[in-house]
């Protein structure tokens, strides 16, 4: 029996799993504070992501620095102590080969403010329908017409611009 493949540019689960397990091991080395390194010291470091090839020998690792992207000395610092990663991930998850850690910055958070700040703009938000004012508080869902009611979109509430005669023919 051939065996399934998983859809193209996918992740398998194994490497999801082995993933997470290379993250968790790079975040217990960071909070224990074992990089000795100027470019590192009393920064603290946030493993947001790691992303395995197929082969599990490479490991892109996503890194942040307290709410921020990681600077370009920070980044220089992990590639500096990568050998030292390696051998710690290596001895917390079992696997035939440990892999290659390569790190990139993490611009998830800068990305989501920026689109943020894009759907704050009064010429986007007139198209948004209206935000909560407080914080928990509901947005009042928009009034179904007696048309969409009747084809079984939303109950009952009748809409005196809508036409009832229409409904009759």
Same mark, same amino acid.
């Given at each position: 029996m %051939?065996?399934?493949?998983?859809?193209?540019? %996918? +992740?398998? #689960?194994?490497?999801?799993?082995?993933?997470?397990?290379v993250?968790?091991?790079?975040?217990a080395v960071?909070?224990?504070?074992?990089?000795?390194?100027?470019?590192?010291?009393?920064?603290?470091?946030?493993? $947001?992501? !790691?992303? %395995?090839s197929?082969?599990l020998?490479?490991m892109?690792? *996503? !890194?942040?620095?307290?709410?921020?992207?990681? $600077?370009?000395?920070e980044l220089?610092?992990?590639?500096? !102590? #990568?050998? *030292?990663?390696?051998? @710690?991930?290596? @001895?917390?998850v079992?696997?035939?080969f /440990?892999p =290659?850690?390569?790190? @990139?910055?993490?611009?998830?958070?800068?990305?989501?403010?920026?689109i943020?700040?894009?759907?704050?703009?009064?010429e !986007? /938000? #007139?198209?948004?329908?209206?935000?909560?004012e407080?914080?928990?508080? /509901?947005?009042?869902? +928009?009034? +179904? $017409?007696?048309?969409?009611?009747?084809?079984?979109? %939303?109950?009952?509430?009748?809409? +005196?611009?809508?036409?009832?005669? =229409?409904?009759? /023919?």
């Amino acid at each position: 029996m %051939a065996k399934k493949l998983a859809t193209a540019g %996918a +992740p398998s #689960q194994r490497m999801l799993r082995v993933a997470e397990e290379v993250r968790h091991a790079l975040s217990a080395v960071f909070l224990r504070g074992e990089l000795h390194d100027p470019d590192l010291d009393s920064r603290h470091i946030t493993v $947001t992501e !790691v992303r %395995a090839s197929p082969d599990l020998k490479h490991m892109t690792c *996503f !890194v942040a620095a307290l709410g921020r992207a990681a $600077t370009k000395e920070e980044l220089a610092g992990l590639r500096r !102590v #990568q050998p *030292f990663l390696r051998k @710690q991930v290596a @001895q917390a998850v079992r696997l035939r080969f /440990a892999p =290659e850690l390569h790190f @990139q910055p993490d611009n998830a958070l800068e990305y989501a403010s920026k689109i943020d700040a894009v759907m704050r703009r009064p010429e !986007v /938000a #007139q198209d948004l329908p209206p935000r909560p004012e407080k914080p928990g508080e /509901a947005i009042p869902a +928009p009034v +179904p $017409t007696a048309s969409e009611a009747k084809r079984g979109r %939303a109950p009952l509430r009748h809409d +005196p611009r809508e036409n009832d005669d =229409e409904d009759e /023919a």
